[in-house]
């Protein structure tokens, strides 16, 4: 009952979604499909109830981070269009096969990505077509994706797309090219041990 409320906080109301950039919606229902997503490959992987239970437990900000990936290829996709660059089938299936070979096969590839990335079995490709834009648009800049004249150009395209983050799940900062957690004073931590944090 509070979720309309919520997305209505914003000077735009978008019900129903997550976030807005660039005019498109990613909608709440998007965003929680990527997430179970993830949940079934972890399961996949991890079969012992109790330590399943503890991988969730360590990705309890699963959502967030989602949303922040979904919004942040959308941005990274814009900045290369823009900048003329495009990724082939081709060359996502070449650094695949790089990657598969360094980590022990498809297998290994898999499970790396969603272990450090959070990125599905199925959303590999689409993930690697991503990296792939990115080092195109910092060879292009004279720079690497690490360095600050490369998030200055994701920071100005942030900027154009006007990323607007339902206040539930935090706000955008194009500067910093970022989501961030809402400011609410009133509301504690409690961590697992049932102590509360400020």
């Known amino acids: 009952m509070a979720a309309p409320l919520?997305?209505?906080?914003?000077s735009d109301a978008h019900p129903g979604a997550a976030a807005v950039v660039g005019g498109q919606r990613i909608t709440v229902a998007q965003l929680e499909t990527r997430v179970d997503e993830v949940r079934?490959?972890?399961?996949a992987v991890v079969t012992d109830d109790a330590q399943y239970a503890q991988v969730v437990a360590q990705t309890g900000t699963l959502t967030r981070?989602?949303?922040?990936?979904?919004?942040?290829?959308?941005?990274l996709d814009r900045a290369a269009q823009d900048a003329g660059i495009s990724v082939s089938r081709r060359e996502v299936q070449q650094a695949r096969a790089g990657l598969e070979q360094q980590w022990g096969g498809a297998k290994g590839?898999?499970?790396a990505w969603l272990q450090q990335y959070g990125i599905p079995p199925q959303r590999l490709d689409e993930n690697l077509r991503l990296?792939?834009?990115?080092?195109?648009?910092?060879?292009?800049l004279g720079t690497t994706t690490s360095e600050a004249a490369f998030w200055s150009?994701?920071?100005a395209t942030s900027?154009?797309?006007d990323?607007?983050?339902?206040?539930?799940?935090g706000s955008w900062d194009a500067q910093k090219v970022s989501r961030v957690d809402a400011k609410t004073p009133w509301v504690r931590e409690v961590t697992s041990a049932g102590t509360q944090t400020t």
Not at 6 to 10: D, E, H, S, V
Not at 40 to 43: C, E, I, L, V
């Open 6 to 10: 919520l997305t209505a906080c914003g």
């Open 40 to 43: 079934a490959a972890q399961r």
């Open 65 to 75: 981070d989602t949303l922040h990936g979904m919004v942040l290829d959308r941005v």
């Open 109 to 111: 590839l898999e499970t």
């Open 131 to 140: 990296q792939l834009e990115a080092q195109k648009l910092a060879t292009q």
């Open 153 to 155: 150009a994701l920071s």
């Open 159 to 161: 900027k154009t797309l």
């Open 163 to 169: 990323v607007d983050v339902n206040p539930r799940y």
